[in-house]
T-cell receptor
Framework: GAVVSQHPSRVICKSGTSVKIECRSL??????MFWYRQFPKQSLMLMAT?????????EQGVEKDKFLINHASLTLSTLTVTSAHPEDSSFYIC??????????????FGSGTQLSVL | AQKITQTQPGMFVQEKEAVTLDCTYD???????LFWYKQPSSGEMIFLIY??????QNATEGRYSLNFQKARKSANLVISASQLGDSAMYFC??????????????FGTGTLLAVQP
């Protein structure tokens, strides 16, 4: 089945530093990927849509300068949390749609990244 | 605007019994997709089942089936013969249409299922 790899699974950093999270589609190409954020015991909230070869589309209320997204290739999207602060601590998870006949364009998710900013 | 509602914050079920997790949705679109995902404590999102708005038959995937009632805008998940490993958070989600950015999912608030031995 389709696999989306997300790395790292857990990161602890100091306030003010930047953290990069990678999302790779391992056995399929994804021109679009999605980044979600999940606070404890809450649902997933879409942050942005990552587009290969063009700028990301951010949801309302999400700071584009804070959460930098780069879709470098058809299999890789990165999310960089710049100058992280404790309030950025959260679970970040990416997803990519599997396209093609018969796939129903199902979305597959990475395993998520737990970010803790101290 | 699209919206997904899961009214059951938590549920218990006895092992080997069936359980239904409720999901209702609101959309004015004709073309959409409905998904169920399982999220165990490890955090990963595991795809369970998909139902397209034009699909006439209810989707089934092993022990999972989706009770799709389009007129009522409901897409309940039925898990048959519950297993201890089914204990997890379950999210209902909706996608608007097909292709590109429309593939983004809107999630419900989730239902925490606990399977008791």
């Amino acid at each position: 089945g389709a696999v989306v790899s997300q790395h790292p699974s857990r990161v602890i950093c100091k306030s003010g530093t930047s953290v990069k999270i990678e999302c790779r589609s391992l056995d399929f190409q994804a021109t679009t990927m999605f980044w979600y954020r999940q606070f404890p015991k809450q649902s997933l909230m879409l942050m942005a849509t990552s587009n290969e070869g063009s700028k990301a589309t951010y949801e309302q209320g999400v700071e584009k300068d804070k959460f930098l997204i780069n879709h470098a290739s058809l299999t890789l999207s990165t999310l960089t949390v710049t100058s992280a602060h404790p309030e950025d601590s959260s679970f970040y998870i990416c997803s990519a749609p599997l396209t093609g006949y018969g796939t129903n364009e199902k979305l597959f998710f990475g395993s998520g990244t737990q970010l803790s900013v101290l | 605007a699209q919206k997904i509602t899961q009214t059951q914050p938590g549920m218990f079920v006895q092992e080997k019994e069936a359980v239904t997790l409720d999901c209702t949705y609101d959309t004015s679109d004709q073309s959409y997709g409905l998904f169920w995902y399982k999220q165990p404590s490890s955090g990963e999102m595991i795809f369970l089942i998909y139902q397209g708005s034009y699909d006439e038959q209810n989707a089934t995937e092993g022990r999972y089936s989706l009770n799709f009632q389009k007129a009522r805008k409901s897409a309940n998940l039925v898990i048959s013969a519950s297993q201890l490993g089914d204990s997890a958070m379950y999210f209902c989600a909706m996608r608007k249409g097909y292709g590109g950015a429309t593939n983004k999912l809107i999630f419900g608030t989730g239902t925490l299922l606990a399977v008791q031995p």
